[in-house]
């Protein structure tokens, strides 16, 4: 009975300590050398998860640095053909049933995407926390049987969807297992969980995000990523409002 009672507060103690040696700041840097990249190529799905029902939607992805996105639908037929594309803080969408272009900005930012959890401004948001937040470190806390870190992160400035982040930091893999996010009055907007870490080419990354927006009756969204590929050359032209259209 006492050698278990032991590990664990060996494992409590260098966990204290570590979170005692390391800033906020300095730990939301390790995050984003896992999370950011040059470039990526991806593919995934999006399960959205509704009150009755689920369904499915395909999409391969072109990301280059912080600031240039874009992102085809390939399935279910309904969606087939939608493109997304982000260049700084402007986004389009090309719908082909409609076979027009349209600038997402302002209140529309706020909407769902296609019914999910996830709003166009999630998927604006600069992927370099330390970018936007200040982090601090409340204390350490197991999740999912790991020594995790517990993050509280302050907006820098009012431009940001969330004006406070709570994250539970795995303190091996330097990647969050769980964020709280909220608005500035201090209500809880969303919830999120990271998934099926893995090795790819020298850093940790989930293969399985759970998005659950707190304000919404559904059972969450599912973003599952079945392959993706750092540091590719992608031509230029994939960034131009022409290929929304191609």
């Known amino acids: ?19 005692q040696y390391l800033s906020g700041d300095a730990i939301l840097a390790k995050i984003d050398a896992n999370l950011s990249s040059q470039n990526r190529i991806l593919a995934s799905k999006m ?54 272009i349209i ?3 302002g209140h529309m930012l706020r909407q769902s995407v296609m019914g999910s959890d996830l709003s166009y401004e999630d998927m604006m948001q600069d992927p370099q926390l ?48 769980q964020e709280e996010l909220f608005a500035k009055s201090g209500k809880l907007l969303k919830k999120l969980q990271l998934q099926d870490i893995r090795n790819i080419d020298g850093r940790w990354y989930p293969m399985r995000m759970i998005f659950k927006d707190m304000l919404k009756t559904g059972r969450g969204t599912e973003l599952i990523i ?21």
């Not at 009975?1 to 979170?19: G, H, N, T, W, Y």
């Not at 072109?62 to 594309?85: H, I, N």
């Open 47 to 100: 399960v959205i998860h509704g009150r009755r029902d689920s369904r499915t939607i395909e999409a391969k992805s072109w990301v280059q640095g912080m600031d240039k996105a874009f992102t085809e639908y390939l399935a279910p037929a309904r969606e087939k053909g939608t493109k997304m594309l982000k260049l700084g803080d402007q986004l389009w969408m090309y719908a082909p049933s409609t076979d027009r």
């Open 1 to 19: 009975m006492k050698k278990p009672f032991l590990v664990i507060s060996l494992v409590l103690i260098v966990s204290v300590a570590r979170s």
């Open 103 to 105: 600038r997402i900005s």
């Open 130 to 177: 330390a970018h936007q937040y200040h982090a601090t470190v409340q204390g350490v806390e197991h999740l999912q049987e790991r020594p995790c870190w517990v993050l509280l992160l302050k907006a820098k400035t009012d431009e940001v969807a969330y004006a406070m982040r709570k994250l539970w930091v795995d303190q091996e893999q330097e990647i969050p297992l």
């Open 226 to 246: 079945d392959s993706i590929r750092f540091d590719q050359e992608i031509p230029d032209h994939i960034f131009t409002k022409a290929t929304l259209k191609k």
